[in-house]
Structure formats: C-alpha cells, structure tokens
C-alpha cells in the first residue's frame, strides 16, 4: 500500500506530489488516480468497520458504501487534500447506520 503523502505520477507522466492532486485527478476521470485512492485509503475504511466490531458482511457493505459516496462526490470535496478524514467520517456514519438499524429476521 502506498502512504498518502508520497510522490506518485499522473497518466502524462508528471510527479504527482500530494494525496489533493489525486482526487482532482480521480475526479477528472483518471482511473490511476482513483486506484491509489483506493489503495491509499482501503486499510483506514477497513480499520473502522473492524473497530465497529461489523460481521463480514455488514463490513463488506460499508465498505463498498464508502467507495460508491466517494465517487458520487469526488467533484464536490471541498478539501481534496482532506479525503482521508472525509472517508474516515463516512465510514464511523455508515458503520453506526448499519449497528442502529434493525436487523430483519424470518418468522
């Protein structure tokens, strides 16, 4: 896994120096960046479900609910350089929904 903070390289092959420049770039449709995005940041969103104590399933959910809001949003971050504490927040939010929300049971 590559850390937030190092040097990466665009898709024309300049050095990319921050993790802000990413989501700019994921947002402007460049799958590298949105890739090392993931990457970056799949440890910190699987740490909170973890600390949430989710089952498997519940865990895998977030996870990917995560991923769809940030590429709902990518756009519309006001701090790009921030996303880590954007995705971290969105996950404790989607971990609490699912740990309120009643559980279905067959009858």
Partial sequence: MRSPDQTT???NGA???DIGELVIGAADG???AWDELVASYSDLV????AAHRLNVEDAAR???TVWIRLGRNL???RQPDRVGTW???VARDECVKV???PKCTAA
């Fill in 99 to 101: 740990l309120t929300t």
């Fill in 15 to 17: 050095p990319r120096t």
């Fill in 75 to 77: 756009g519309k971050i």
């Fill in 9 to 11: 390289v665009t898709k």
């Fill in 30 to 32: 460049d799958c590298q």
């Fill in 87 to 89: 995705l971290g927040a």
């Fill in 62 to 64: 977030v996870q990917s």
């Fill in 46 to 49: 699987s740490s909170i479900t």
